[in-house]
């Protein structure tokens, strides 16, 4: 059974959407293009920008949902 709940309009449940915004969020956070996958208590991201090392796109990356932003679950979730 799943925990992930929509409310009757389609609208994400407050558990989908725990991201809570810091101050010192400009400074902390790597941008994300979108969330790719789902599984558990995670989200699969595909990160913005290139490895500077490689060249190439960062890897795919799984990471907690409270750390998505509300945009970047709503996306995912159409």
């Known amino acids: 059974m799943s925990t ?4 009757p309009a389609g609208e994400l449940s ?9 101050s010192n969020d ?5 941008e994300v293009i979108e969330i790719v996958a789902e ?10 920008g290139n490895d500077p090392k ?4 960062w890897p ?5 949902k409270h750390d998505c932003t509300d ?3 709503e996306e995912w979730k159409r």
């Open 54 to 57: 490689t060249g190439r796109p």
């Open 39 to 48: 599984r558990g208590k995670k989200y699969r991201v595909r990160w913005a």
């Open 60 to 64: 795919l990356d799984w990471v907690p």
């Open 71 to 73: 945009h970047l679950v």
């Open 4 to 7: 992930e709940r929509e409310s």
């Open 14 to 22: 407050e558990f989908e959407t725990q991201f809570e915004p810091r």
């Open 26 to 30: 400009d400074d902390a956070l790597w």
